[in-house]
């Protein structure tokens, strides 16, 4: 893997077909982007567990 940071990732994951739906962070740290992250990361599994279909955003 180059060093192509998390949208390198995304962008090969995308080329591969993969089902991807991307939100970038705020740029904080690991630690900060988990709190910040969690309601979005919630409302994305609470629409799995109900069957929500995924909008991939590739």
Same mark, same amino acid.
């Given at each position: 893997?180059? %060093? $192509?940071?998390?949208?390198?990732?995304?962008?090969?994951?995308?080329?591969?077909?993969? %089902?991807?739906?991307?939100?970038?962070?705020?740029?904080? %740290?690991?630690?900060?982007?988990?709190?910040? !992250?969690?309601?979005?990361?919630?409302? $994305?599994? %609470?629409?799995?567990?109900? !069957?929500?279909?995924?909008?991939?955003?590739?």
């Amino acid at each position: 893997m180059t %060093d $192509w940071g998390m949208t390198g990732v995304v962008r090969e994951y995308c080329r591969r077909g993969v %089902d991807v739906q991307y939100a970038a962070g705020l740029g904080v %740290d690991h630690v900060g982007e988990a709190f910040t !992250g969690m309601p979005g990361a919630y409302k $994305w599994l %609470d629409d799995r567990v109900i !069957g929500r279909p995924t909008t991939p955003n590739c």
